[in-house]
């Protein structure tokens, strides 16, 4: 397989664009929460995110209110702002069984301290793993293009996280994020144990 080491905007913008296909769980309750990181404790690798609701005003920032698991067809999403992170989810992000795939993930774990002091355990981030494999770029939308020749819209990126009801549109592109994070390290990893041969250009 031949893998750039970068890509630029103009040959992103001819890219297909992806989306995710799996089921999208909104979790809103200390039960919900209990339930869905049961079964997630049954994954060996889950992709990981996290959304906050964006600031507009300097000096101004707000909490993280959203948090996002993903397997490889069903795709949690946990609303912090309303059930905060429960112990269930606490326990999860220090589970050393699972094993737990990001981007720029001091940024998430920054946010989520802000609400509970917790030490993750068994997170690998994106960034640095990919440059193993000679791929230069950062955003997680360049890796996955590099990757699968797919393009993730980032146009709700910017949006409400801690709206009353999210909208499709936030809940296809949250779960969206989180389950890229996971095929990234899947596809590397299968490329790896196979011994396929990757042409970096």
Not at 11 to 39: C, H, S, W
Not at 91 to 96: C, E, H, R
Request: one cysteine or more; a positive charge; charged letters at 30%.
């Amino acid at each position: 397989m031949e893998l750039k080491t970068k890509i630029t905007k103009d040959e992103l913008a001819d890219y297909p664009m992806e989306a995710f296909n799996g089921k999208i769980y909104v979790i809103q309750t200390e039960l919900e929460a209990e339930r869905a990181v049961a079964f997630l404790k049954t994954q060996s690798v889950v992709g990981f995110d996290t959304e906050t609701r964006p600031a507009f005003v300097k000096g101004k920032s707000n909490q993280v209110a959203l948090m996002q698991v993903s397997t490889d067809t069903q795709c949690f999403l946990f609303r912090l702002n309303l059930i905060g992170i429960t112990k269930s989810l606490a326990d999860f992000i220090k589970d050393p069984s699972v094993i737990k795939i990001g981007l720029s993930l001091k940024d998430d774990f920054r946010s989520l301290n802000k609400k509970k002091s917790i030490e993750p355990v068994n997170f690998i981030d994106l960034q640095t793993y990919v440059k193993t494999f000679g791929i230069e770029d950062n955003s997680l939308m360049k890796i996955y293009a590099i990757i699968f020749g797919k393009r993730i819209s980032k146009a709700q990126r910017l949006t409400n996280w801690e709206a009353d009801l999210l909208t499709e549109r936030q809940l296809k592109y949250a779960a969206l994020d989180a389950w890229a994070s996971r095929e990234i390290y899947v596809r590397l990893e299968s490329m790896q144990k196979v011994g396929e041969k990757m042409v970096v250009k």
